[in-house]
């Protein structure tokens, strides 16, 4: 007869304290993979309002020097654009500035001030809510665009233009990681009309 030792014998199998540490190694691994999920998601979408910011900003610089220079010649020295955005919003656009800058109000570094001065406190004219469709999604959004014109001199017809446009995000949907700084673009134009 053979003599069984119980210290030889192999085990099979894994103890409850292999498979916890397992698990462990495996839940860590899984909230890693969703935390990178989650803030390339949170970085498309400040991407997607960046992008669509600029190119608002850049129809507005479109707009402003499409129009020729109005000097003393013009009646009321003011000229006006209409635009009209995807949600049939007919806007307004006033492509004059003054020597002293008209529009906005700038910051000391040169950037549309959103902080100080409310939508409602921008002159008429100089300041609109454009609403964007999403063409994939369905889902519109409405971008905060303000802009300042300052004439480089007078009678000049080069002017010195300031867009800034930002997403506009209720309180009551608010998302922190959806949020997108404003966008700023300055540009010199000149369209003397020849």
């Not at 665009?145 to 995000?169: D, H, L, T, Y």
């Not at 966008?183 to 010199?188: A, E, F, L, M, W």
Request: a neutral charge; proline letters at 3%; one cysteine or more.
């Amino acid at each position: 007869m053979r003599k069984v030792d119980r210290f030889s014998r192999k085990e099979h199998g894994t103890s409850l304290i292999e498979m916890m540490i397992a698990l462990l190694v495996l839940s860590i691994g899984l909230l890693g993979t969703i935390t990178v999920v989650t803030t390339s998601i949170r970085s498309n979408a400040r991407s997607k309002h960046d992008s669509t910011s600029a190119a608002l900003a850049e129809m507005v610089i479109g707009q402003i020097d499409a129009v020729p220079f109005c000097s003393g010649g013009c009646t009321g020295g003011v000229v006006t654009v209409t635009i009209t955005d995807c949600a049939g919003n007919n806007l307004t656009l006033n492509t004059s500035g003054t020597t002293g800058g008209s529009g906005a109000t700038l910051t000391s570094s040169g950037n549309i001030d959103f902080v100080n001065q409310t939508f409602a406190g921008v002159p008429a004219g100089y300041a609109m809510k454009y609403t964007v469709c999403g063409t994939t999604s369905g889902i519109n959004t409405e971008y905060d665009m303000r802009w300042n014109i300052k004439q480089v001199a007078a009678n000049s017809a080069e002017e010195f233009v300031v867009v800034g446009v930002q997403p506009i995000i209720s309180n009551s949907t608010k998302n922190p990681a959806m949020w997108a700084p404003a966008v700023n673009v300055r540009t010199v134009v000149g369209n003397d009309g020849n």
